[in-house]
């Protein structure tokens, strides 16, 4: 076990990590799934009461992983934002922050369903943003996991989570990488996300996290 497990997919080495993110070496790239940031901001505009201080704590893990990895670009595989109701000071001003500690960084979002609805990040923020799919090297980067004919498709949306069965009715749902030969999914990189039990399939490999730790289980 370790806080990366190394994989080859479409004939690249990637690092699945334990912060839910992937980290290319040869692209000196970061990717990351469905940050959400500002999420429980949305939800307090509606009224519901819910945590504070998630920006802050998906900040405080990326900017771990920017400290640790040596990255040129930084893609976003959509929902950066959450909604309409995250486009408020008190998700944007820590951003911004962010941004300005990391201006040399290339930061890139492929649009996803969330971001329709809030829309494209501010533009101090220096964000390229693109519709999907973006191509790089054999990958179709993606939000949607839908396959691509010639190309490996990485993407996220889904939000997945496996179940460890234990013994009797003990039971873990960790969140999971899935690679599969034509889709692999990334977990959400969010820390207030929710998740969606997938299966083993066919050809595939599922690769839980938990406990600052990468492993393989199918």
Not at 200 to 210: L, N, T
Request: include cysteine.
């Amino acid at each position: 076990m370790s806080a990366h497990c190394p994989v080859t997919l479409a004939g690249e080495s990637l690092w699945l990590l334990a912060e839910k993110a992937i980290y290319w070496p040869a692209q000196r790239c970061l990717l990351i799934a469905d940050a959400h940031f500002g999420k429980a901001a949305a939800y307090r505009s509606l009224g519901q009461p819910v945590p504070r201080g998630t920006t802050a704590s998906n900040l405080r893990v990326l900017e771990g992983l920017l400290a640790k990895l040596d990255c040129e670009r930084l893609i976003f595989l959509g929902d950066f934002l959450h909604g309409p109701g995250s486009q408020v000071e008190a998700t944007l001003a820590p951003l911004r922050a962010w941004r300005q500690r990391h201006p040399a960084l290339r930061v890139t979002l492929i649009r996803g369903n969330h971001d329709q609805r809030s829309g494209d990040p501010p533009a101090d923020l220096g964000i390229e943003v693109v519709d999907e799919p973006l191509s790089l090297g054999p990958f179709a980067l993606c939000h949607a996991p839908v396959p691509r004919p010639g190309q490996h498709v990485l993407a996220g949306h889904v939000h997945p989570v496996y179940r460890l069965q234990g013994k009797g009715r003990q039971s873990l749902r960790l969140a999971c990488f899935q690679l599969g030969p034509e889709v692999s999914l990334l977990p959400a990189f969010g820390a207030f996300t929710g998740g969606h039990r997938i299966a083993p399939m066919p050809d595939s490999r599922i690769y839980v996290v938990g406990e600052q730790r990468v492993w393989p289980v199918s």
